[in-house]
C-alpha cells in the first residue's frame, strides 16, 4: 500500500545556515579556554601530515584538547544553550506551521524540520532549536566508564550528509537501519519534491546535487552582516552557471524577509500539489454507485 506522502520535509545545514558562528567557536572553545587558531592548525596538521579525514581531525583534536577536563555529553548539551542563531529563529519554525490552511490540513499536510550537520548534535540538542525538529543527525561522541567522552561515536561528513537525506526520504531516521535497503518510490514518507534543503556554501554541495537530481528544492544562504563578501561569494558560486541551488537568500527568516518569502511560497506550492495529488487519489479511489 503506497504511503500518503503529504509531509513537507525542510532539511538544514547548522554552522552558517541556522547561525552566524561557528557553534564550536561560540559556546565550547571559550568555556574550555581553547584557543580557536591553534585548534584549527592542529586539525590541519592532523589532515596534512597523519592522512587524517577533515572531520574524524577536528574530532580527534577536540578529543586530545578536552582530555584534562572531561566532560561529558550531558556537559556538552548544557553548553548549547548558549547557541544563539539567525534573526527570526527559533520562532519561524511556528510560524511556518501557522501557514498551513484548514484544507491543508484535512489532506494530512504537515511541515517536519530536521538538520543534518558535520557540527557536534550534543550541542545543538542543548539549544532552542532542539524541540522544534522532527530529528537532529550530527557528529556524536561515545563515553568511557567514567561517563567521559572517549572515541568518535558517529562521523558526518559533508559528502556523508547524503546518507541522511535519504534516511529522512524513506523514513528510516534510526541510523541502526539499513538506507540501503531498496524501497519503492511509493512507500517513502517524504518524496524529495517534497522536501527543502537550506545549506551555506561547497561543503553542501552534495545535498544540493541529490535535491536537484530528485526533484528536490534547494536554498544557498548567506550572512548579510558579512563585510568581507565571503559568506555571499560561498552561496553566490552555488548559483547562476553551476546551477547547484534553486535560489539564495540573505540568512534572515524573519516574517516578510527574502528568505521566508521563498520558503513560505515553496512550502505553500508543495502543500498544493499534495492537496491535489490526494483529491486525485480520492476520486480514483471512488466507485461510482450504478444507475438504476
Not at 9 to 27: A, F, H, K, N, R
Amino acid at each position: 500500500m503506497a504511503s500518503p506522502q503529504n509531509t513537507i520535509g525542510i532539511v538544514y545545514d547548522y554552522d552558517q545556515t541556522l547561525s552566524p558562528t561557528y557553534m564550536q567557536d561560540e559556546v565550547l572553545f571559550p568555556h574550555f579556554g581553547i584557543n580557536p587558531s591553534e585548534f584549527w592548525k592542529r586539525c590541519k596538521n592532523l589532515v596534512d601530515n597523519d592522512g587524517y579525514e577533515n572531520e574524524l581531525a577536528y574530532l580527534k583534536a577536540m578529543i586530545d584538547y578536552l582530555e584534562m577536563d572531561g566532560p561529558s555529553n550531558a556537559d556538552l548539551e548544557e553548553l548549547g544553550k548558549g547557541l544563539r542563531f539567525f534573526p527570526g529563529l527559533p520562532e519561524m519554525f511556528e510560524e511556518l506551521e501557522a501557514l498551513l490552511t484548514h484544507e491543508h490540513r484535512a489532506m494530512g499536510v504537515s511541515i517536519e524540520h530536521y538538520i543534518v550537520s558535520s557540527g557536534l548534535k550534543a550541542l545543538i540538542d542543548g539549544s532552542q532549536l532542539r524541540s522544534h525538529f522532527k530529528e537532529i543527525f550530527g557528529c556524536e561522541f561515545a563515553e568511557n566508564s567514567s561517563g567521559r567522552i572517549s572515541f568518535p561515536r558517529r562521523v558526518i561528513s559533508h559528502t556523508a550528509k547524503t546518507q541522511y537525506l535519504f534516511r529522512i526520504n524513506k523514513g528510516m531516521l534510526d541510523p541502526s537501519e539499513d538506507v540501503n535497503d531498496h524501497m519503492p518510490d511509493e512507500l517513502r514518507p517524504i518524496p524529495f519534491p517534497n522536501m527543502i534543503y537550506l545549506g551555506d556554501g561547497p561543503t553542501d554541495v552534495p545535498c544540493f546535487t541529490v535535491m536537484n537530481r530528485f526533484g528536490g528544492h534547494s536554498i544557498a544562504v548567506y550572512n548579510p552582516g558579512d563585510e568581507s563578501r565571503t559568506s555571499f561569494r560561498k552561496a553566490f558560486q552555488l548559483s547562476g552557471v553551476s546551477g547547484r541551488i534553486k535560489y539564495i537568500a540573505p540568512a534572515d527568516y524573519r516574517a516578510g524577509s527574502h528568505l521566508r518569502l521563498i520558503l513560505e511560497e515553496t512550502v505553500l506550492e508543495i502543500a498544493s500539489r499534495i492537496v491535489e495529488t490526494r483529491r486525485r487519489e480520492l476520486v480514483d479511489a471512488t466507485v461510482a454507485a450504478p444507475s438504476h
